[in-house]
């Protein structure tokens, strides 16, 4: 819901159609404050979820992979899941 409210708030104010979102920075990576951490199959179900109601809201934003800055071996898992 947050994703949507955030991208139809974004053209409503700026007139700008954000092309592409990531739904997880670094998802493996755990911080001292309140964050999330995703598993490959944790992030790859989210993705189904937010693409579903970007579908159901005619949302064209692309939804793209995170990054993950301590190693690609770690990131292939994520892009086998998804």
């Not at 053209?11 to 979102?21: F, H, N, P, S, V």
């Not at 995703?38 to 579903?52: E, T, W, Y």
């Amino acid at each position: 819901e947050y994703c949507v409210a955030y991208i139809r708030l974004l053209k409503e104010r700026t007139g700008i159609d954000l092309y592409a979102i990531s739904l997880q920075n670094e998802p493996r990576f755990s911080q001292f404050y309140g964050s999330c951490v995703h598993s490959p199959n944790s992030l790859r179900d989210l993705i189904k979820v937010v693409g579903k109601r970007f579908e159901q809201e005619g949302i064209q934003t692309l939804i793209f992979m995170p990054e993950d800055v301590q190693s690609m071996y770690h990131i292939r898992g994520y892009m086998q899941a998804i």
